[in-house]
């Protein structure tokens, strides 16, 4: 009896994930207000059916009463959240929040049913983090000398990654904590902080090989800490940022050809890329060493095939690192395919959020720091499920909001504060400019009246 | 109004740039979940049958392992039931196909192996899987029909009787695998039970698929290699001459003709037919190491080869090799190592045109009721070697039998072109007895290739054993 409900959970689950899915990309395009308002409380009875059923399930399969309390403080939390901004923030994009609710909900479905203490962690850590990310939105409207910090955003970030790379033990062959928490998380932000205050003022050739320099550096750093994954982002950031500002297409050439180089030359002298690039090129001829990870991966995304095994049907656990790095994997192997690749197109649907709200931003640092934000999203996306999935080799990052991990759940929280703060500001951008015009259409009008009345004299 | 519209023109120019990055990375996640649905839609079954991917076994907990066919209806591997739930998995054939169909205690092998995943998933009627599921009974797996044909096996399996060796038959139009015999070979049914004793057996390594994984010397089957390169470089076989004295002798070292036989004045046809070993490390010599290694490797020796279990082989002759071992590598001795599936397979080529399917055991894939689910499309695999090259060494290989060492094989009711090989592995000249060919030389049926260990020349012990086959699939 219980195999039918497990059974049949899958297809509901699906149907509501795709529905959802659909949902994303039909608010941005729907003008009329109270229509979208009604799409995006139907968004949230949609997060909320996924999570019922899925608690249901794997309650069902465990009988652990901790799965009952785990979901009821989820469920408390998202109601927390979503009242407070409503209050709070009137103005704040709800479906930037709903997309965060509904990565969340999915990282804690996996995590619960993987691992219900790790799940209870990462519970804590993002009530944490939405409580401090409560104020951001604030102290980016009052802090408006935030864009003249340049050089400290740069001196954080070298003398923390410098720090780890002195100071951190190895683990999985890379240097990435220092007292349990990562700093290559927080330096995002501070990075793309730095580029954006850098190249908002100036964008000539001496600005843009100062800002080369100081995001070599940050680079470098993490190369040799091992930390490869960070390394590709921060370019990729580095590059986006620079071609956006200067609008120079020349810059974009000049980087990749670069980036190909440096790729080259850390082929060459590194033997963990080396490594992870024959773990991709063919996987099952290294098995017993470094293939053995993706080919377990390969196997759960197989194994699951379009429509997934079923929650606790799987077997993810023989998945190394599962719970970050892989938890696209374990998706794939227990909610499906077609469940996996409405997850890709919600990540989508949020990095063209984060983009729609930078061009719609005037004030260049702002818009900067939005559209840097929003790349180093989407291309952390783009490495965790391309490395788990065979795409691109591996490079060992998490999947924001749904894999395990403190710091990177903690980044990515403030990052999507920092960018509902400017959306905020935006929004309050576009009254003034209403306003303006009301009071300049006025004007107009009642000089068009003196006029009138002139010349009727 | 001027200046508005030049304002927006600078907008939408300022924000070009974005537009270009958020096509760009739509494109990426877009190829994120293309490759997505590649790998679900094609390179999934590769991965998840794989030997290492143990996740399918926890599949049994809910599924009664399917059954295993020959292609003519018999029950290769079934599962029996009890009444109280214990299952038993039994192989009727014994011995018979002990290799190919593999075992499922104590590890998995053959088709049991290579089948897992889908002996373990259950197609059943949807209503018969909720019914079941409401009984707390299991779903039945799904059957899978092999490619073997029982009939063949058998013969093949008899013919080879008390010797070593193995026998492989193949459908060189489609790949299929029809036969494959390893002797010596154990019992699937009692293999848990004498596991210990069959592992550490190291004598007769009796779980060892000789087929695929026998290494051993090609002797004169190697010359279809030989006439090939010499075809590569000459454009034809006509105009070649040898004067065979029964022995051939550089820089010290002598090849002789089998029992020291005198050819006399031959031309290439008869040379083959004959097997004249001078005129073949004549020729050697003359092609170089160079050349025998490139056709060699075209025809995939130190090359992967397509199945999924396999040793290589193994061609070291090269450019800088010396004259000796140049003599001996072109009649077939010398270093080179082959299985007889590798064998039958650059024979299957030959008999195809030149190109090589993809060989395969699974034909199709059945649920509990016999409803299809799957079936195997026949694959080519590579082109091996030009049509016409692939005529020209038929040619060659039918005098074999017209009027040379397999002429036991003429006049039975059906044509056959081929090779035997006698391949000598002491020093005392003892010798593996080989023989690859195909029948119906006009429009090819079935590929036969042979080796009984230590069987002497190939017209004594495995030609009788390919004429056994041949019998069988015309006139069984």
């Known amino acids: 009896m219980i195999n039918v409900i497990v059974e049949l959970s899958k297809y509901i689950i699906l149907t509501l994930m795709i529905v959802y899915t659909f949902h994303c990309f039909y608010t941005v395009r729907q003008p009329d207000e109270e229509e979208r308002n009604e799409l995006l409380r139907q968004q949230l009875i949609l997060i909320f059916f996924i999570d019922f059923t899925a608690f249901l399930v794997i309650y069902l399969k465990t009988f652990d009463y901790k799965v009952v309390r785990f979901y009821i403080e989820m469920q408390i939390f998202f109601a927390v959240i979503q009242i407070l901004y409503r209050v709070l923030y009137k103005k704040a994009s709800l479906l930037l929040l709903n997309n965060m609710c509904m990565l969340l909900s999915v990282g804690f479905i996996m995590l619960c049913r993987l691992d219900i203490t790790m799940a209870t962690k990462q519970l804590l850590v993002a009530a944490g983090a939405s409580a401090v990310a409560l104020v951001i939105p604030v102290m980016i409207r009052k802090m408006r000398f935030l864009r003249k910090l340049t050089w400290i955003y740069a001196g954080i970030g070298v003398v923390l990654l410098a720090a780890v790379f002195l100071l951190a033990r190895t683990s999985y062959g890379a240097k990435l904590t220092l007292l349990g928490v990562q700093p290559s998380e927080a330096i995002k932000i501070t990075f793309v902080f730095f580029m954006a205050s850098f190249l908002s003022r100036d964008t000539s050739l001496k600005a843009v090989v100062q800002v080369s320099a100081v995001a070599a550096f940050h680079v470098g750093i993490l190369v040799l800490s091992r930390d490869l994954g960070s390394a590709v982002i921060f370019f990729v950031a580095y590059l986006v940022m620079v071609y956006v500002s200067t609008r120079n297409v020349g810059y974009l050439g000049l980087g990749l050809v670069g980036g190909s180089g440096a790729a080259v030359v850390a082929y060459h002298l590194f033997g963990h890329v080396r490594q992870r690039v024959s773990a991709w090129k063919d996987p099952m001829a290294v098995y017993q060493n470094e293939g053995y990870q993706i080919v377990q991966s390969l196997f759960a995304i197989g194994t699951g095939g379009w429509f997934g095994m079923g929650l606790c049907q799987g077997s993810p656990e023989s998945i190394p690192v599962v719970k970050n790095d892989f938890i696209f994997s374990a998706i794939c192997e227990e909610l499906g395919g077609i469940f996996a690749i409405c997850l890709i197109l919600v990540c989508m649907s949020f990095f063209l959020m984060i983009v729609n709200i930078a061009l719609r931003i005037i004030n260049p640092f702002y818009k900067l720091i939005a559209l840097g934000l929003g790349t180093e999203y989407a291309f952390q996306v783009f490495l965790t499920i391309g490395g788990a999935t065979k795409f691109i080799p591996m490079t060992g990052v998490t999947l924001p909001l749904v894999s395990y991990g403190g710091s990177s759940l903690l980044s990515t929280i403030l990052m999507l504060a920092i960018i509902q703060g400017l959306y905020i500001l935006r929004e309050d951008e576009d009254e003034e400019f209403e306003k303006r015009k009301k009071e300049a259409l006025q004007r107009i009008r009642a000089r068009e009246e003196i006029g009138d009345r002139t010349r009727r004299f | ?476």
């Open chain 2, 1 to 476: 109004m001027a200046t508005e519209h030049a304002a927006s023109k600078r907008r939408r120019a300022r924000n070009k740039e974005y537009t270009f990055v958020s096509v760009f990375f739509v494109l990426i996640f877009l190829g994120l979940a293309g490759y997505l649905v590649y790998f679900n839609a094609i390179k999934r079954d590769s991965f998840i049958n794989s030997p290492y991917n143990t996740r399918q076994d926890t599949f049994a907990d809910r599924v009664v392992r399917g059954n295993i066919m020959s292609s003519d209806g018999e029950i290769l591997a079934q599962t029996n039931v009890s009444d109280d739930g214990t299952e038993e998995r039994s192989y009727p054939y014994s011995n018979i196909f002990a290799h190919v169909v593999g075992y499922d205690t104590n590890g998995k092998s053959g088709l049991e192996s290579e089948a897992n995943f889908q002996l373990l998933s259950s197609h059943e009627f949807f209503l018969t899987q909720i019914r079941n599921e409401f009984a707390g009974a299991k779903n039945v797996g799904d059957t899978v029909v092999s490619t073997l044909n029982a009939d063949l096996q058998t013969t093949a399996y008899n013919s080879l009787g008390d010797r070593r060796g193995a026998v492989v038959v193949l459908q060189p139009s489609t790949g299929k695998i029809l036969a494959m015999v390893s002797k010596p070979d154990f019992d699937p049914n009692t293999i848990a039970a004498n596991w210990e004793q069959l592992v550490n057996d190291e004598t007769n390594s009796s779980l060892l698929n000789r087929a695929t994984m026998g290494q051993y010397p090609p002797g004169s089957t190697f010359k279809i290699v030989t006439a090939l390169t010499y075809l590569r470089q000459n454009g034809t076989f006509n105009g070649f001459s040898y004067d065979c004295q029964g022995s051939i002798t550089k820089e010290d070292h002598t090849i002789r003709c089998y029992g020291g036989t005198v050819h006399g004045q031959e031309d290439f046809y008869a040379a083959f037919a004959k097997s004249c070993n001078c005129a073949f490390a004549e020729m050697g010599t003359q092609l170089g190491g160079a050349a025998l290694l490139k056709t060699s490797e075209n025809l995939l020796f130190n090359q992967k080869l397509p199945l999924r279990s396999y040793r290589k082989s193994s061609f070291t002759l090269n450019g800088s090799s010396g004259v000796p071992l140049t003599m001996q590598t072109a009649i077939g001795q010398g270093n080179t190592l082959v299985s007889p599936m590798h064998m039958a397979l650059i024979t299957s080529s030959i008999a195809n045109g030149g190109v090589l399917m993809k060989p395969y055991l699974i034909d199709k894939v059945q649920n509990h009721a016999g409803d299809e689910v799957d079936t195997t499309e026949p694959e080519a695999y590579k082109r091996l070697m030009t049509d016409n090259e692939a005529s020209l060494l038929g040619e060659l290989m039918k005098g074999v039998v017209q009027n040379g060492t397999a002429s036991s094989l003429n006049g039975r009711g059906y044509t056959v072109a081929g090779k035997t090989g006698s391949a000598e592995y002491n020093e005392s000249g003892a010798s593996h007895s080989w023989f690859v060919g195909y029948s119906n030389v006009d429009n090819p049926d079935i590929v036969v290739s042979v080796i009984v260990e230590d069987g002497g020349t190939g017209s004594e012990a495995a030609v009788p054993i390919a004429a056994d086959v041949f019998d069988a699939y015309y006139f069984d």
